[in-house]
């Protein structure tokens, strides 16, 4: 058949099968030489389906005549197809990206829905904080991040006020109104951070199915927070610096933790507690939601959550997860370091050092006295114990070896104002189980 009826059965313009033919796609089963005459053969109306088809998936002239010239070949054909879609796929999420970034943009020209937040009680006595107004409905992306937004102006408002979330947040509004009110609960905190002293001495009790490491995951105001996607997380004290608690088999203590079923028993410095715990298994991973009695609470509020998920069961020991330095040094004599060194000042950095200056009162420093004695010989006094012994502890030049727990404490003498100071790293358990850099405390010759 001739090209003009070849056209009219396939639905083609004569100037796309004659571009078709120029580019090897579908060619004419014959052209007269003399008139230029194409003719095509009706078994071609089934090659000229396939290309129409392929070309209205998106599929370029060029993919088209490969997949032709590699029928037999299903890989080759499903490479170029899925090579296609990805490309589709990633052309909609760019379309979805400015149209969303359109949305935003229409929405800051839209007038202020922002209200000063209001305090209130409900009806049963509770002290509610009121905030930002939304419009109705809540139905796209755009609208759940302008909640997003709402409830974090909510919490700035919360801290600068000095209250505390006691729930999660919660949306006021008239029925079949046009907007709604985020609010949550709240609590008025006090000014002073107490000191917090349970008595922890409860007897131990196993809980085979908490033994291992805990990754912390972080603390949120409410568990329900863990949860929603308006939730906060907050930067948690608890845990070493890779975020990490171990419970250790029959509860042994390590560093500031010990445990008992149910509770996670925090003790260290001024707060020792009682903190309980629950567990939930929850998409396949196990949690363990832990009363946090931090500031807030030593304040007057509720205790936080601490949310860790568990890493692993084995049972770990005390010294398997400690960092432990090199104490095999040989001794080398330092004259100048001989004689008795009384507690003068802690530091956090050597670089606070300042002889005029006692960041920490002397008469509540805990590490008392040092004395160093002749090839070695070391004894010190940290609050009413007395520690010596070549067993226990020893001195080469620039270092003080504490064998009892696998420390080695660099010191550094400088002069100043006529005086000696000593200026030693103070390993603690913030070091050795916390991850944490040393401390530094600072002795002045006696």
């Keep these: 058949m001739r090209i003009g009826e070849f056209a009219r059965l396939t639905g083609m313009p004569i100037s796309v099968l004659r ?35 392929l070309k209205s998936g998106g599929l370029t002239l060029k993919d088209i005549r490969a997949i032709l010239e590699h029928t037999g070949d299903r890989k080759f054909i499903n490479d170029i197809l899925n090579r296609r879609e990805s490309e589709y796929h990633s052309m909609i999420a760019a379309i979805s990206e400015v149209r969303h970034m359109f949305e935003k943009e229409e929405r800051r020209l839209m007038p202020e829905r922002i209200c000063p937040a209001v305090l209130e009680k409900d009806s049963f006595g509770d002290l509610i904080l009121k905030g930002a107004r939304l419009l109705l ?30 729930s999660g947040f919660m949306t006021y509004g008239e029925e079949n109104g046009k907007e709604i009110q ?20 409860i007897p131990f009790e196993e809980d085979a199915q908490v033994i291992g490491k805990w990754k912390v995951l972080g603390e949120y105001a409410v568990r329900d927070d863990f949860y929603a996607d308006t939730g906060e997380k907050r930067e948690s004290f608890m845990g070493n610096r890779d975020g990490e608690i171990f419970f250790l088999p029959g509860g042994e203590a390590y560093w500031i933790y010990s445990w008992t079923k149910g509770f996670l028993k925090l003790n260290g410095g001024d707060q020792s507690c009682l903190c309980r715990y629950e567990l939930e298994d929850y998409d396949g991973n196990r949690y363990m939601f832990v009363e946090n009695k931090g500031d807030e609470f030593r304040r007057g509020g509720e205790p936080t959550v601490l949310v860790l998920e568990q890493m692993d069961h084995k049972k770990y020991t005390v010294r398997e997860i400690a960092r432990e330095d090199d104490t095999d040094l040989p001794f080398v004599e330092d004259p100048r370091v001989l004689g008795d060194w009384k507690a003068y000042d802690f530091i956090r950095t050597r670089e606070e050092f300042d002889p005029a200056v006692n960041h920490i009162p002397q008469d509540r420093l805990m590490y ?11 004894t010190s006094v940290y609050m009413e114990e007395t520690i010596s012994g070549k067993e226990k502890q020893s001195w080469t030049k620039g270092y ?39 401390d530094y405390y600072v002795f002045v010759r006696e």
């Design 182 to 201: 985020v609010a949550a609960k709240v609590l008025e905190l006090g000014e002073e951070i107490k000191e917090l002293h349970e008595d922890i001495t």
């Design 19 to 53: 571009h078709y033919d120029k580019e090897g796609l579908l060619c004419p089963s014959h052209v007269d030489y003399f008139s230029g005459y194409r003719d095509y053969t009706t078994d071609q109306l089934g090659q000229a389906r396939k290309i129409e088809l």
């Design 368 to 378: 008392k006295h040092m004395h160093f004695g002749e090839g070695g010989a070391f």
């Design 137 to 166: 409905p809540l139905a796209d992306r755009a609208d759940l991040e302008d909640l997003q937004a709402a409830c974090r102006s909510l919490e700035e408002e919360i801290l600068r006020r000095n209250l505390q979330r006691i």
């Design 400 to 438: 003080v070896l504490k064998f009892y727990n696998h420390t080695a404490c660099a010191y550094e003498i400088v002069t100043a104002g006529g005086r000696d100071y000593m200026i030693i790293e103070w390993k603690s358990g913030d070091y050795r189980w916390g991850g944490y850099d040393t």
